[in-house]
């Protein structure tokens, strides 16, 4: 897969803080022990595009923009509060009012360009969501920053990085839909927040009651560790006919699987075999699930994490030697565990033995973003022509972590993107095996040969 040498101009504004346009209380309020589990303790970054629009002349973005959040953060005060850590690394936030970090920018590029770079190279991300220096700790920083920035075209670009102990996708997405809102004219979002961290706290006494794979503790190997030097970065595409096609190689019994598990699935087999792991070593799939339409506590508007990681571990061996539906067969396993007594014991355990990080050693996260929502925020503009995640590597250890990302070609067909990170060699043999593997015309031989 080739990279674009691709470079723009881009002006920045000095970064200020917006603080909620109203006053707001000034309190203190905890986190909840599914929140503020190590693995969630670092920043997310979403990008959503948008395209001129001939009506909205004489209306800026980032003006726009700028004061629906003001008048948002009025809601959503706890977002424009800093986290504290106390006793035992529990964190809870000081509602200081203090507000969140804003960028306005301006970029002598337009839309077509960028979605022809988007799906060859990254470099140019750090442009359209800038580090604000010693804006990156998860303690004592604000806890969103966010960068509007204007296209030669009419178009611009919403960047939005958040601290992901305060919030999933799912809420993240919830506050941005309030700001666009609010951008669009109302007084108030249709959804009110809903803080209510309580609900996905400990069980007093905390008791572990099923067996939690996803933070069994591995004896880490050479074989284990992933050299994070020299690391490549690429998106690869699944077309609706690739999809189908692939479908048609699995046995009968599976082929009523979801489109996520066949993905998931097929990308986690392909990246252990490019990875060459040892044959003993124990590899796993951690699927992320959404527990807000599964535990019937949650309200809605709330706005915390809400997301378990069931897994199923197997050996390199057999996830490479086996055909793709034992791939399938494992995610869809580790899938049924979740139930509202697993959730219960997760979080248990989380108070049990101190909020640990997931498993990294041997294991391979994808998260359906597919109906997350980012794509449909309209802050006047009409809705995004891209939304989401990009950089799938970032917040954990290199490679270990990426996304199902809904994706629109120039042609208008709808695609899936993934995006990946693997050592350079392991990428080369990916992409290679990609290629042979996921080309309709040898996918159909295969499925004519069955």
């Not at 101009?9 to 905890?30: D, G, V, Y």
């Not at 989380?350 to 640990?356: A, C, E, L, S, Y």
């Not at 990294?360 to 809705?383: H, N, P, Q």
Request: overall charge negative; charged content about 20%.
């Amino acid at each position: 897969m080739p990279t674009i040498d691709f470079t723009f101009k881009i002006r920045r504004s000095e970064p200020e803080l917006i603080a909620p346009i109203n006053p707001t209380t000034h309190e203190f309020q905890q986190l909840s022990d599914m929140d503020d589990q190590e693995s969630f303790r670092f920043l997310n970054p979403i990008l959503n595009f948008y395209e001129h629009n001939p009506s909205l002349e004489e209306r800026d973005p980032v003006k726009v923009i700028k004061e629906a959040i003001a008048k948002t953060l009025v809601f959503y005060y706890p977002f424009a509060g800093r986290l504290r850590e106390g006793p035992g690394s529990k964190l809870f936030v000081e509602c200081t009012g203090e507000g969140i970090l804003f960028i306005e920018a301006d970029a002598d590029v337009t839309l077509e360009q960028l979605g022809d770079a988007l799906q060859f190279s990254s470099s140019w991300f750090e442009d359209v969501i800038y580090n604000v220096p010693n804006s990156d700790r998860i303690i004592d920083s604000p806890l969103l920053l966010v960068q509007v920035t204007r296209l030669k075209c009419g178009g611009f670009i919403f960047a939005i990085r958040l601290n992901h102990t305060m919030a999933d996708g799912f809420g993240l997405v919830q506050f941005m839909k309030a700001v666009a809102e609010i951008a669009r004219g109302a007084f108030a979002p249709s959804i009110f927040p809903i803080w209510q961290r309580a609900l996905l706290n400990a069980r007093d006494p905390p008791r572990v009651t099923c067996h939690h794979h996803e933070y069994d503790q591995v004896v880490v190997t050479e074989g284990t560790l992933i050299p994070i030097d020299n690391m490549a970065h690429r998106f690869i595409f699944f077309s609706p006919l690739q999809i189908t096609a692939l479908r048609h190689t699995l046995p009968i019994h599976l082929r009523h699987c979801s489109t996520f598990e066949l993905i998931a699935a097929y990308v986690w087999r392909l990246r252990t075999i490019a990875l060459r792991l040892s044959p003993e070593e124990e590899v796993r799939f951690l699927c992320p699930m959404n527990l807000r339409s599964r535990i019937s506590s949650l309200p809605i508007g709330y706005y915390g994490n809400a997301l378990v990681f069931p897994a199923e571990p197997t050996t390199a061996a057999k996830l490479c030697g086996n055909p793709l539906g034992y791939a399938v067969e494992l995610i869809r396993k580790a899938k049924a565990k979740m139930t509202e007594e697993y959730v219960k014991s997760f979080v248990d355990l989380m108070v049990i033995k101190g909020r640990p990080h997931y498993t990294e050693a041997g294991s391979f996260i994808i998260s359906d973003l597919r109906r997350v929502g980012f794509e449909e925020v309209d802050f006047g503009w009409g809705k995004a022509i891209f939304g989401g995640l990009t950089t799938g590597w970032l917040g954990t250890t290199p490679g270990t972590l990426s996304f199902c990302i809904p994706f629109m070609n120039k042609n208008g067909e709808k695609l899936i993107m993934v995006p990946l990170c693997l050592p350079d060699q392991a990428m080369e043999r990916f992409i290679a095996e990609f290629h042979a593997l996921s080309s309709v015309e040898q996918l159909v031989d295969e499925i004519d040969s069955h």
